[in-house]
């Protein structure tokens, strides 16, 4: 039987960003914080899914129409919720993460190849982040309305202060507020602050950034180059 129901949780309705890039904001069993996936047209005309959601079977139905589910891209160990029941619902999908993650991701589900090996291969420029632990990196995704976007996961987040309990125990350990780096973030990621804020202010002097997408909290759609230099400010 498959396990897929027991992984739903309430979630938002697919948005669209680009006509090759979308999000869906889901959430978890307990607790406010949301979650998103992002999910990327290849240029074949599959789907690469990051951080993956399980949603209900409409959703479901409207992702498949975009496309057929290629590569589901596991973005570090904390990330791997749903990654057992997309491989079970698509046999054939390719399971990658970064390299440093790949030993605590395949405890999970088994990984084919590593980011950094088969990304490139797909027009994707895969980003080692200066300063933070490479068990998470960030994707240069090319957008059919020119330009690009960058898709990171947990070293950066944009979340609002959330209700209950648990967000006002996240509001108090730094979590949100603002977009950057959490608190959290620093404590699990971060290994030298003067070169991930050297390396965030170099990609906010590239103009052809238009979004930049994360795992937690509202995507960046507007004055992206000033967000990424406020949030290397605030490290």
């Known amino acids: 039987m498959s396990a897929w129901p027991d992984h739903v949780f309430p979630h938002g309705e697919l948005t669209s960003l680009d006509t090759r890039l979308w999000t869906v904001t889901g959430s978890l069993k307990h607790g406010h914080m949301p979650r998103n996936m992002v999910i990327y047209k290849l240029e074949d005309g599959e789907l690469l899914l990051h951080s993956a959601i399980a949603l209900e079977e409409p959703a479901m139905a409207e992702l498949e129409e975009l496309g057929k589910p290629k590569i589901l891209l596991v973005p570090n160990p904390m990330h791997r919720l749903d990654s057992v029941v997309y491989k079970e619902r698509y046999p054939e999908i390719t399971v990658i993460c970064p390299s440093a993650a790949r030993k605590k991701v395949s405890e999970k589900v088994e990984v084919d190849a590593t980011c950094e090996e088969l990304l490139p291969t ?32 947990d070293a950066l987040m944009n979340m609002p202060h959330l209700p209950g309990f648990d967000g006002w125990l996240m509001k108090l350990i730094g979590t949100t507020g603002s977009f950057g780096m959490t608190k959290v973030g620093k404590l699990l990621l971060l290994k030298e602050k003067a070169a991930f804020k050297n390396w965030l202010l170099e990609r906010a002097a590239d103009s052809e950034l238009r979004a930049i997408l994360i795992a937690h909290g509202a995507s960046v759609t507007e004055n992206c180059s000033a967000q990424l230099k406020a949030a290397a400010e605030r490290l």
């Open 122 to 153: 797909m027009g994707i420029k895969v980003h080692e982040i200066a300063g933070v632990n490479p068990i998470e990196l960030c994707y240069e995704v090319k957008l059919a309305a020119g330009g690009k976007a960058l898709v990171f996961t």
